[in-house]
T-cell receptor, first 112, second 114 residues
Framework: GEDVEQSLFLSVREGDSSVINCTYT??????LYWYKQEPGAGLQLLTY?????DMKQDQRLTVLLNKKDKHLSLRIADTQTGDSAIYFCAETPGGGADGLTFGKGTHLIIQP | EPEVTQTPSHQVTQMGQEVILRCVPI?????FYWYRQILGQKVEFLVSFYNNEISEKSEIFDDQFSVERPDGSNFTLKIRSTKLEDSAMYFCASSALASQETQYFGPGTRLLVL
């Protein structure tokens, strides 16, 4: 079945860039997402990318997709304390009503 | 900005009891979903719903679970006879169209089964 893998923790200093990585196995993945979950809160959609793109930029966020290696990354520029959260990578093959397959999430820890 | 809402935010129940979790999806959305997240684990897909019927469901979504859209706004998840292992955060999500796959999530209902 499909699988999505992420490292569990990432620690960065405030002001540095954070790069959160994700790999997936499903070659039919059409849509790839990054969601953010703050403590005790729900899942907030941060950004998404279609599989026919290799980069998407949205303010401080840059998503890079290497479809050949099935590797997705999320770069957060100028990381702030408010960026401290769990970041989930998710994918779906598309088709209207497909459920998302999530990774376990990466805890982003910001050091002052 | 429109958002998905869920009630209650927390629910505590005894093992064997029935629970109904409620969701109000974004109003012009057509696809509805339930996910769960057991503490410390991945978010897992349970079921998707379109045109008043289940579109897809995972292995987790067994006969103890059912979904319903009782009116034009609510989308519910019923667990008939709760088990300890049903304790989790349950997320509802909705998306607009077949060509628009982005799913927007509600804040979740934390269910604790004692």
């Amino acid at each position: 079945g499909e699988d999505v893998e992420q490292s569990l923790f990432l620690s960065v200093r405030e002001g540095d860039s954070s790069v959160i990585n994700c790999t997936y196995t499903d070659s039919s993945s059409t849509y790839l997402y990054w969601y953010k979950q703050e403590p005790g809160a729900g899942l907030q959609l941060l950004t998404y990318i279609f599989s026919n793109m290799d980069m998407k930029q949205d303010q401080r966020l840059t998503v890079l997709l290497n479809k050949k290696d099935k590797h997705l990354s999320l770069r957060i520029a100028d990381t702030q304390t408010g960026d401290s959260a769990i970041y989930f990578c998710a994918e779906t093959p598309g088709g209207g009503a497909d459920g998302l397959t999530f990774g376990k999430g990466t805890h982003l820890i910001i050091q002052p | 900005e429109p958002e998905v809402t869920q009630t209650p935010s927390h629910q505590v129940t005894q093992m064997g009891q029935e629970v109904i979790l409620r969701c109000v999806p974004i109003s012009n959305h057509l696809y509805f979903y339930w996910y769960r997240q057991i503490l410390g684990q991945k978010v897992e897909f349970l079921v998707s719903f379109y045109n008043n019927e289940i579109s897809e469901k995972s292995e987790i979504f067994d006969d103890q679970f059912s979904v319903e859209r009782p009116d034009g706004s609510n989308f519910t998840l019923k667990i008939r006879s709760t088990k300890l292992e049903d304790s989790a955060m349950y997320f509802c999500a909705s998306s607009a169209l077949a060509s628009q796959e982005t799913q927007y999530f509600g804040p979740g209902t934390r269910l604790l089964v004692l």
